[in-house]
């Protein structure tokens, strides 16, 4: 994320075939393992060296805090390669209190990678949000997605003068962001991490799957005297981004 940081290195991407499809059965799964020499014998072609230096201890500057959907790999999307990003992905790119499962990825990623950046990047179209939006009943995810049904009832007057559901949706797909973000920020691990004085800075980002392109929500937060601010104006926005 440093201005002086060296570009990244450019790594060969395996042509897909027809074995991409992936057949049921147990010949199936071998076409996994097939495809997985493949990709290695490609890397080491490119660089001799380069599972010897992923042996090393990670040292990735960046935590990505993304959605599971198989449509958004942060790696690729960030042209970045192996050991540059720590990842964490749950449906809708949620950051709850009560999930030991991202708690504990966010403090291993502050606390003993030092990462300098922690990015939560939704998706425009996301499913989880949508079904949050429904009426319908998909199962145990609806218990998953009741901190963004709640987050649209409170903010429902601004989402009833909007017509287009496509706009309303791209609109509380933001705010998600938004309310992960503000999540993140008052965990006492990154909390911690600014009395400490460790440099520290939380992102929120939207990926276009139309496109590949990200769009930068303009929210960064370095400390804690800006969080409630940023999160304000984010909650006040009457559409997406363009």
């Not at 709640?150 to 962001?177: G, M």
């Amino acid at each position: 994320m440093s201005s002086s940081s060296p570009p990244p290195p450019t790594y060969p991407t395996i042509p897909l075939s027809p074995r991409t499809v992936v057949q049921t059965g147990t010949p199936g799964v071998k076409q996994l393992l097939e495809r997985n020499k493949e990709w290695a014998k490609a890397m080491r072609a490119n660089d001799p060296n380069f599972f010897a230096k992923l042996v090393d201890q990670q040292s990735p500057e960046i935590l990505w805090i993304g959605c599971s959907d198989s449509r958004v790999p942060a790696n690729e999307i960030l042209k970045l390669p192996p050991g540059e990003v720590f990842v964490h992905r749950n449906i809708a790119n949620q950051v709850i209190s009560t999930d030991l499962n991202c708690l504990s990825v966010i403090e291993y990623a502050v606390k003993f990678l030092k990462v300098k950046h922690i990015i939560v990047c939704g998706h425009y179209g996301c499913g989880g949000v949508n079904a949050a939006l429904s009426q319908e009943e998909f199962g145990l995810v609806d218990n998953w997605l009741r901190s963004i049904k709640d987050l649209y009832i409170e903010n429902a007057r601004k989402f009833l003068d909007i017509d287009n559901p496509a706009i309303k949706s791209d609109l509380l797909i933001e705010e998600n962001v938004a309310r992960s973000v503000y999540n993140v920020c008052h965990t006492r691990i990154v909390q911690r991490a600014w009395e400490q004085g460790q440099e520290l800075n939380v992102h929120g980002w939207c990926y276009r799957l139309k496109d590949g392109i990200i769009r930068d929500l303009n929210i960064c937060i370095s400390g804690m005297d800006q969080v409630e601010s940023i999160y304000r104006r984010m909650m006040e926005k009457k559409k997406p981004e363009a």
